[in-house]
């Protein structure tokens, strides 16, 4: 019996090579291994098939360690679409038929309006006279009328030159539109989404600057320019080619004019200006702002300078506001509309009590016309 106890303990026994082969995993891995590799070494030693006495099939292998896991894949970020959140990457070739297929539409809506207008070219002739007809009456000029000095004079003024531009300010919305969808490939995509509202306040602001220069600027105006040689026995004869260009360059330059507050958002828009920078140097705009109304203006006297000028620095303000409004939405903030609502209701309310004491104790009259009272 100790002849075979020391022969089972016998270094080269099969129990001491399975015993010697045996693998005990690792209890804290989940994988049944650890990552001790002298540990794992000593405990796999092979014992040598000659040494153990036992044939190569009674030998059995450890078993194998299960392979890690294979790393979660990170999902792959999209990419972005450029129609979508960036802007459009256009070739120079590309902006230059951009820019002739806008051009050729906006030409097709000018003349789709200016057939338009030749429809009705004598009750549009009609409305253009009427300021001379009223300052010349004003002047005690009988007949109140204007003067053919040329034979075509009347066709070029009635026939081509009114009807384009009355189809300027009829075609206003589409040539903003085409002005608009050729830049809007360079805005982001919530920048691309104001083209509603860039589109009606741009054409309102432009129609309503020629509204402007007709209905107060060009009467005034024109009723100082003619009233000149009154006293001095000079009877004012108006050619129509004169009077209209004079008409042309009034109505046309306050038309444009009153798009200050849009170029001032676009500046915003494409981060040019900040609403900071137009306070801070609002002076220098206003001193701007008075010589391009003493250019446009048709009277060198004072009374007409501020009715052009005044209406031009509030626009600018207007659009220092809009700038403002923008940067809140950049930086995601909110403005206090409710507030600014009770501010102008009670403005309002002030304004029609000082209409009201006018009339009442004063002896003032409301008329139709600027300023609308009346002593």
Request: a negative charge; hydrophobic letters at 50%; charged letters at 15%.
């Amino acid at each position: 019996m100790p002849q075979e106890e020391d022969k089972k303990g016998a270094p080269g026994s099969p129990e001491d090579a399975g015993a010697s082969q045996s693998y005990t995993p690792h209890t804290d891995d989940p994988y049944g291994y650890h990552d001790d590799p002298y540990a794992y070494e000593a405990t796999t030693a092979p014992v040598p098939q000659e040494q153990a006495g036992v044939p190569p099939a009674a030998v059995t292998a450890p078993p194998a360690a299960p392979p890690p896991p294979p790393p979660k894949a990170e999902p792959e970020e999209e990419e972005e679409d450029p129609d979508e959140d960036g802007m459009l990457r256009m070739s120079f070739l590309d902006h230059l038929e951009e820019l002739r297929t806008r051009i050729i539409r906006a030409l097709y809506g000018v003349g789709v309006a200016f057939l338009s207008s030749l429809v009705f070219a004598n009750e549009l002739w009609t409305i253009v006279k009427t300021p001379a007809v009223d300052a010349l009456k004003q002047l005690g000029v009988n007949p109140p009328k204007l003067a053919q000095l040329t034979p075509m004079e009347a066709f070029s003024v009635v026939w081509v030159k009114l009807p384009l531009l009355a189809s300027v300010f009829l075609a206003s919305p589409w040539l903003l539109y085409q002005v608009w969808a050729f830049i809007s490939p360079g805005l982001y995509k919530k920048e691309r989404r104001l083209a509603g509202p860039f589109i009606l306040s741009s054409a309102g602001l432009f129609i309503a600057g020629g509204l402007f220069a007709y209905y107060v600027a060009f009467r005034y105006g024109l009723v100082f320019l003619l009233g000149i040689g009154r006293d001095l026995d000079i009877q004012p004869v108006v050619s129509i080619t004169e009077y209209f260009d004079l008409f042309v360059n009034v109505t046309l330059g306050v038309a444009l004019v009153f798009e200050l507050p849009i170029l001032i958002f676009f500046l915003t828009l494409l981060r040019i200006a900040s609403p900071k920078f137009l306070i801070e140097n609002s002076r220098y705009a206003i001193l701007i702002i008075v010589v391009v109304a003493a250019v446009i203006t048709p009277t060198p006297d004072v009374f007409n300078l501020m009715i052009f000028s005044l209406p031009m620095i509030l626009l600018y303000f207007v659009g220092v506001f809009a700038s403002y409004l923008l940067v809140l939405s950049r930086e995601q903030k909110k403005f206090p509309w409710r507030t600014l609502a009770i501010l102008l209701l009670a403005a309002a309310v002030l304004a029609g009590v000082w209409v009201y004491v006018a009339v009442t104790r004063y002896g003032f009259k409301l008329g139709p016309s600027w300023p609308f009272l009346t002593h």
